[in-house]
């Protein structure tokens, strides 16, 4: 690719010993490019730190693809890291977040080019996300039909899900990396795509929902023990973001206190969280508290954030 022709979309991929579901989510994004040839895409794949012989097939995948692979090595455990690093070598206009779990819809790329070749530029969006298999359990997807964007009276933990998240790179650049102290993998994980959206949001840059931009979640959970961890992982991020943002983002304690209130109401008879799943409400206020306690812990005693520059070079995209 030359420097003249720099991609609109960089589809950044982060993947830990899942090689079997990488596959499809590539065979997806590929589908997607070949769908609309006219929207010049990139693929980075971040490895991050896997075991199970991702690295060796990742090299097979990216010699036979018919778009331009980048794979990247991050093998420090955590997937906000692991985000920075796609993040750094990206060279899209766009970025796309896109789990390896996934699959995109054949027609992402005309959604993602009208959405910002006519629409706002400066603004994280999130797409729809549907199950991708009817076994699994109706967990982190996101199916409203009605655009929405986010304010204080909306908790931002599933606003716009990390899983299918797009901003223009100037935005990156201005936001920063993921903090490596929430997500997948790190002390309180997970949230980092949620710490994003707030960061945004107290840049005065919108987040917005869009029911288009549709991937399929093959997440693979059937039990609705593995839907309670996740969403007690959920509730130990949202707490330790809720501290981290206390005087910057002091709307959020709110929806602590309502939270508080949902499980007093459940103790005398009310509604449980979740109307499909119904999930009980005194987890997240047990781990919200949890994970502002070790958020505290980690500001007072564990490591600092990774003091990183701004992984996004602004300069990539424009033609030299």
């Not at 959604?111 to 699994?136: A, K, P």
Request: aromatic residues 6%; hydrophobic residues 45%; contains cysteine.
């Amino acid at each position: 690719m030359s420097s003249g022709s720099r991609p609109f979309a960089s589809f950044i991929v982060c993947t830990r010993n899942r090689v079997s579901a990488l596959r499809a989510c590539i065979r997806s994004i590929e589908a997607a490019c070949r769908a609309h040839p006219a929207v010049m895409s990139e693929l980075v794949i971040v490895d991050n730190g896997s075991t199970d012989g991702t690295a060796e097939a990742l090299v097979r995948i990216a010699a036979a693809s018919p778009i331009a692979v980048a794979l990247v090595a991050e093998p420090r455990p955590g997937l906000a890291g692991a985000r920075n690093a796609g993040m750094a070598r990206a060279r899209g206009r766009v970025l796309v977040f896109i789990d390896d779990d996934c699959e995109v819809d054949a027609h992402y790329l005309a959604d993602l080019q009208r959405h910002y070749g006519h629409g706002e530029e400066r603004v994280i969006r999130g797409g729809r996300v549907e199950l991708g298999n009817s076994l699994d359990l109706p967990f982190t997807v996101k199916r409203s039909r009605v655009a929405a964007r986010l304010s204080p009276d909306i908790h931002p933990g599933g606003f716009v899900l990390g899983c299918n998240m797009t901003m223009h790179r100037d935005v990156a650049a201005l936001i920063g990396p993921f903090d490596t102290r929430f997500g997948a993998g790190a002390p309180l994980k997970a949230a980092e795509d949620t710490d994003y959206l707030v960061r945004a949001y107290n840049l005065g840059i919108p987040v917005e929902y869009v029911p288009d931009m549709l991937v399929h979640h093959h997440h693979g959970r059937r039990a609705r023990a593995a839907i309670e961890r996740l969403h007690r992982d959920y509730s130990l991020g949202n707490g330790g973001l809720c501290l981290k943002h206390l005087f910057t983002a002091p709307w959020l304690l709110k929806h602590f206190c309502w939270t508080v209130r949902s499980a007093c109401c459940q103790a005398c008879g009310g509604a449980r969280f979740d109307p499909e799943l119904q999930l009980s409400h005194w987890p997240i206020v047990s781990m919200n508290l949890l994970g502002a306690a070790r958020f505290v812990r980690l500001a007072m005693t564990g490591p600092a954030p990774r003091a990183e520059a701004c992984p996004i070079d602004q300069a990539a995209a424009k033609p030299r």
